[in-house]
């Protein structure tokens, strides 16, 4: 790690590998240092016994920006798109999720009429002109669009879906609908994991002279004539030239103590995380065979059963599927009710499960996207951008349209290009 380097990304997760991809290509020397042994930070693939649970559900857009920029860097993705089908449950009652053709003309949770205005809402909902939005938040949008309680619920579920935000009255609706038409559009589950795409992230990195640091922090950063002085958790010193951070706000506030203004400080503190609760379980069989789908109505409950689409186990008739609870910033977090709310969920739709389980792993807040979408923030990241020369920002918050892996590989690659034309001029 000695010497000057050209850039140093930290952070070795989806966003530090896709810029490190990049800017390999250019022949600038380029350090990844990250803070885990694991690389892959929150797009890792953990293997436990012969099974491979993601950290929670993950679903790629298919027809997102990410997947292209993936493939222009000659990353594979294997895996399989999931129906839009399955059930939706309130209370005690199921109704056929109105997702796709059949359940629209199946489901009793609409009547008649309604299900002839949702056939109209999802067209005006893909229909939708991002651009031409107001600023709103979705449950302004949401209410404007129809009056049916019934129709405002299936699009708080698809929001809910389609970008782990539960706070619709806080969450921007330009944001939140972009998503929508993406997700509508099909998603991928991918095949032994989202590792897989790290995996040749890294291999790719690695063949073009990227260097990786793993189990070191990077402490501290200062800028010190033109050139960057990074302090990290080895007592080491490091110089570069170009610093990309890929870290959360709150972290890179700290690795930057005073050189932040005070209208940053106030936007980053602000920030609030998208959280989630996530219960992943491996089971020899489904208790009840043919559910693969399942949302609650009015509680944030989501289940999905993943290895019907993606191959995730070693052992061909292994079950892999997630549960998990979307949760509110406000909400108390407490870690035993979480996981017997999660527990009882899947019990309503697998009865039994747990006598079929292999295996299951329980996290009970998870940061899913380092911000909450709101409105205003567009123009707050703009103007909080950091002015500190070299220095650039990737990551699932970074971007003012998108979040997710949407929203971390669109604004690694922006970023990436950014340093290759300063350092081109
Ligand atoms: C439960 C769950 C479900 C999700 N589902 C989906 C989904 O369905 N679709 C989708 O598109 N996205 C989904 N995501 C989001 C997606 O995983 C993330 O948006 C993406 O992986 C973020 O990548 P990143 O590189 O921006 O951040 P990270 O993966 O967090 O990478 C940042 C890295 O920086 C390292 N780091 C931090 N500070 C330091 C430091 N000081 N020194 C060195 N290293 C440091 C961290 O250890 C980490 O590895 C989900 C996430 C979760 C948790």
Not at 235 to 253: A, F, G, H, I, V
Request: charged residues 20%.
């Amino acid at each position: 790690m000695e010497g000057t380097w050209d850039v140093v990304i930290v952070g070795g997760g989806l966003a530090g590998y896709v810029a490190a991809n990049y800017l390999a290509r250019t022949g600038m020397s380029t350090l990844i240092i990250e803070k885990d042994k694991k690389v892959g930070g929150r797009a890792r693939t953990d293997k436990i016994n012969h099974e491979f649970f993601n950290l929670g559900p993950h679903a790629l857009y298919a027809k997102g920006n990410a997947v292209p920029i993936l493939q222009e860097l000659g990353i594979k993705l294997y895996g399989k798109s999931p129906k839009l089908q399955g059930l939706l449950i309130n209370d005690q009652v199921e109704y056929a999720a109105p997702f796709n053709p059949l359940g629209v003309f199946t489901t009793d949770f609409l009547s008649w009429k309604e299900r002839t205005e949702w056939l109209k809402v999802l067209l005006k909902l893909k229909s939708t002109d991002i651009e031409k939005l107001p600023e709103q938040t979705f449950q302004q949008w949401i209410q404007q669009l129809t009056n049916s309680k019934n129709i405002q619920a299936l699009l708080l579920i698809l929001g809910r879906l389609a970008t782990y935000c539960h706070a619709p009255e806080k969450v921007s609706a330009s944001v939140i609908v972009a998503h929508l038409q993406m997700v509508m559009k099909g998603v991928l589950y991918i095949d032994k994991g989202w590792q897989t795409i790290i995996d040749q992230l890294h291999n790719k990195a690695v063949c073009s002279g990227v260097q990786i640091q793993t189990g070191i922090k990077v402490n501290e950063i200062k800028r010190v004539d033109n050139i960057f002085r990074l302090s990290l958790s080895t007592k080491e010193e490091l110089t570069c030239k170009y610093l990309l951070s890929t870290t959360s706000p709150q972290e890179l506030m700290k690795m930057l103590g005073e050189n932040i203004t005070q209208m940053q400080m106030d936007f980053f503190t602000k920030l609030l995380p998208i959280k989630g609760a996530a219960l992943d379980v491996a089971l020899r069989q489904l208790p009840k065979p043919n559910r693969f789908f399942a949302m609650e109505i009015t509680e944030p409950f989501y289940y999905s059963v993943h290895s019907n689409a993606a191959i995730l186990s070693e052992n061909k008739n292994t079950i892999v599927l997630h549960v998990f609870k979307y949760l509110h910033p406000n909400d108390n977090i407490d870690g035993k009710e979480l996981k017997y709310e999660l527990e009882q969920f899947l019990e309503k739709i697998q009865p039994g499960w747990q006598e079929n389980k292999i295996s299951s792993r329980f996290m009970p807040t998870i940061t899913v996207n380092q911000r909450l979408p709101q409105i205003g923030d567009e123009k707050k990241l703009q103007r909080s951008k950091l002015e500190i020369s070299g220095l650039y920002l990737a990551g699932d918050w970074v971007s003012s349209h998108s979040i997710l892996a949407e929203g971390a590989v669109s604004s690694a690659k922006q970023a990436a290009e950014e340093i290759i034309e300063k350092e081109q001029r």
